[in-house]
Each structure stands twice: as C-alpha cells, then as structure tokens.
C-alpha cells in the first residue's frame, strides 16, 4: 500500500502510510463481522461492511490529502479519475449483488495490475485454490482430511509470501553463515501480497473451525479477497 501510494500517487512516505493504513483498518473492522455472520448473508452485516469501508476510505483519504497539502505533496491524476469512476458507478449497482460484485472485482483486479503488473494473477489463484479447499474442508467428516486440506492451503499461501518476501533475506543469511556465494533472486514484491494472503489465511481457518461459512460462489470469495479500495 505504501509503495502504491508513493509511485501511483505521487504522495511522500509519510502521508502514504497514513493512505496505506486503509488496508489494516478495514480487516481489523469488517473481517470479525463476517467470520461470526458469515459471508455477505446477512443484509445488516453488509450495509455494515459497506459502511465501514466507505467511511474508512473517505476519512482516511481526506487526512491523506491534508497530509499531502501539509508536506507540500500533490495527488496524480489516476487517483483521482479512479475515485471518480469507481464511487458513483458502486451507488448505482449496489442494489444488483452480482453485477455490484462482478464490477468491485474487476475494479479490484485493475487496481491490483496497475500496482503489480501480471502478479495480479497471484491474487486470483490464490483466489480460486481457498475457494475449493474450502469447500473440500466442508464437505468432508474426516479430521484428518480436513486437516491436510488446512495444511496444503496454508503451505502454498505462506510458501508464496515467503518466497517473495524473505527469499533474499535467506540468501543472504546462508552466504554469510556459510561463506557461500549464491547469487540473490531478483524478485518483485507484489503489492498487497501480505495483506491478501493473510485474510485468505484467516478465512481458511475459520471455516475450518466452523466460526465461518464457505463462500457460496468463487465470485463471493474474490469479492472478499479483493475488495478495492479497503
């Protein structure tokens, strides 16, 4: 968040954390409501959840201005065709859950590609295996089945994160340790890879233990996992 804030918007460090903070503030609020009501069943929880956002997103991005005015910093121009185009066209379909769903998606993934490029992709497999891991955890009664299936989602989503977060931490660790000379991995660090991989993480778990209910369809999954702009 930070970096896509420093390099899409033009804002310096400290006012791009400030605009960052919008990813921790919604998980922090919205994902204890869905893991007790489950996904989006519930008209209250969602009026909650759209609310929470909304607020979340115009407060912190009006501090976040102030913020840039104060440093003397400037908002790009994509922010701004971007905030104009998503909040009036998110009022009108909001009413249709499936086209709303499909149109905050789309709108997700776009915002994901023009911070990460094609590792936006990461965020759709990552998608699309916890969705059907989820509903192999469900559907089966046996422990140990469960279990393995919890195991083999948390394996590929912390083995993601690891590789591209601390593959070169290691690298270098093991030169250094081991007067070795393996050459470090140039690695890009997508944005939002911690933040998606951790919810998806949390939503596996709880599903698990039964604390929340299996998304009904990939796209109701990809809508949470994706949401823009929290």
Not at 28 to 53: D, F, K
Request: hydrophobic share 55%.
């Amino acid at each position: 968040g930070i970096w896509s804030s420093m390099s899409m918007l033009n804002y310096g460090f400290l006012t791009s954390v400030l605009l960052a903070s919008m990813y921790a503030s919604h998980t922090l609020i919205a994902y204890p409501i869905i893991s007790r009501y489950g996904l989006s069943r519930q008209r209250t929880v969602s009026i909650t959840i759209g609310g929470t956002a909304v607020t979340v997103v115009l407060a912190l991005m009006v501090l976040a201005v102030i913020g840039g005015m104060y440093k003397g910093e400037d908002v790009g121009g994509l922010f701004w065709v971007l905030f104009c185009l998503f909040l009036p066209l998110y009022a009108v379909l909001r009413r249709r859950k499936v086209m709303m769903m499909v149109y905050v998606v789309a709108f997700s993934l776009f915002f994901y590609y023009k911070s990460s490029g094609l590792f936006f992709l990461l965020l759709i497999v990552r998608a699309i295996i916890d969705y059907y891991l989820s509903k192999w955890i469900v559907a089966s009664d046996r422990r140990i089945v469960r279990r393995t299936v919890l195991s083999l989602s948390l394996l590929t989503s912390l083995g993601t994160l690891a590789y591209f977060k601390y593959s070169n931490f290691f690298i270098v660790n093991l030169n250094t340790l081991l007067t070795t000379n393996f050459q470090v991995v140039d690695v890009i660090l997508p944005v939002g890879i911690s933040f998606y991989t951790f919810q998806s993480i949390s939503y596996m778990v709880d599903v698990y233990r039964g604390k929340a209910d299996c998304a009904e369809t990939l796209l109701d999954y990809l809508f949470f996992l994706s949401f823009f702009p929290a």
